[in-house]
């Protein structure tokens, strides 16, 4: 039974449109122009902002008399509140398992959130394990972050998939440690030329049924 490693954010979670929702609102509760939504956005980097930053960023821009301490805990807890799991997502993910494969989180990110978010979603009940980054001390594409995955997992990295939508983070690490993997585009165009995913879907769904036709796994004899 292989494994199926599985990037968090914008792939299993639409995490854009959580921050989008959380953003809408919190412009509002601020008397903020609804168009500014934009700017938020543009200044999270899809989370490549320290949240550390982007709090900085967001009290000097509306002149908040809020402590930074109090705007990062806001976009934490803003955040997870806001992030959904599709139930057609966990409906994928089941039928993967059923199939024989070993669905597993590996994610970069803060633990405290990215694990509140696995666990609030329901997601816990899909997947068999989760590894992230802060919690090991090591990011994707690092290939030790996936080594940690198939030992917490109790398996090898021969013939595991990963999906995910960070093509540095994924489909590098992918590549780097010899696995085929499934890009989430996003609406993006593939630009990099020193590796490629071994498919491009749009999302989730897609990109665990893409796996199960290309290689499906061999069922243990019971």
């Not at 990062?72 to 807890?77: A, F, G, P, S």
Request: with cysteine.
């Amino acid at each position: 039974m292989p494994l199926l490693l599985l990037d968090l954010d914008n792939t299993l979670v639409d995490r854009e449109g959580a921050f989008r929702m959380w953003g809408t609102r919190f412009l509002s509760e601020i008397s903020a122009p609804p168009y500014d939504i934009d700017w938020l956005v543009d200044a999270d980097a899809d989370g490549l902002t320290s949240r550390w930053d982007l709090a900085d960023a967001i009290r000097d821009r509306y002149r908040l008399r809020n402590s930074v301490v109090d705007l990062v805990e806001e976009l934490h807890e803003g955040q997870i509140e806001a992030t959904r799991l599709d139930p057609m997502v966990g409906a994928a993910l089941r039928i993967a398992a059923e199939a024989g494969w070993v669905p597993v989180i590996v994610t970069n990110g803060e633990t405290r959130q990215q694990e509140a978010k696995i666990r609030r979603t329901g997601l816990d009940r899909f997947v068999a394990d989760w590894v992230v980054s802060q919690e090991v001390d090591c990011r994707k594409p690092n290939p030790r972050i996936f080594e940690i995955a198939a030992e917490r997992a109790r398996m090898r990295l021969r013939g595991a998939w990963m999906i995910g939508d960070s093509p540095e983070a994924d489909i590098g690490g992918a590549t780097t440690i010899g696995i085929p993997s499934v890009w989430i585009h996003r609406g993006r165009q593939w630009t990099e030329r020193r590796f490629g995913p071994t498919r491009i879907v749009e999302g989730a769904i897609q990109a665990v049924a893409a796996v199960l036709a290309a290689d499906p796994p061999h069922r243990m004899a019971r």
